[in-house]
């Protein structure tokens, strides 16, 4: 049990850096930092109203990822409610509700889902769910 909170602690630090460095990424346009992603990364991202989510891969969100840096220049990422549940050593979900926030006005809120995996000592984000929320 020490050694699975152990592993929590590091993932739960290794996870606020992550963090960190998206309010860096919003600031500086640079998201290099935050690519954390396998090759066959993907997220599904389900829009209002649509029963089937869209999937987009891991150049197609990195392009996004981009883009959206670009368009909320000098917002702040948010990550409330932040939940971290380790399915073993090697397997970590994290549940928050993700805010985009720019001079005090909610730009975006979406409800976020992160699957990581500790690959070669290093903590990678294996798919991602995203919804908005109205």
Not at 39 to 62: H, L
């Amino acid at each position: 049990m020490l050694e699975l909170q152990n592993c929590l602690n590091e993932f739960t630090k290794m996870h606020d850096e992550f963090i960190s460095d998206w309010n860096h990424a919003m600031s500086s346009g640079d998201t290099s930092s935050v690519d954390r992603m396998t090759e066959d990364y993907y997220v599904a991202f389900f829009n209002s109203g649509n029963e089937k989510p869209i999937i987009f891969t891991k150049q197609e969100a990195i392009n996004g990822m981009e883009q959206s840096v670009r368009h909320f220049s000098g917002a702040n990422k948010r990550f409330e409610n932040r939940v971290i549940r380790l399915r073993n050593n090697l397997n970590a979900v994290v549940f928050y509700e993700q805010l985009i926030v720019k001079d005090e006005e909610v730009l975006a809120r979406l409800f976020t889902i992160e699957n990581w995996r500790l690959i070669n000592e290093k903590w990678m984000i294996v798919r991602e769910t995203e919804e908005p929320i109205n």
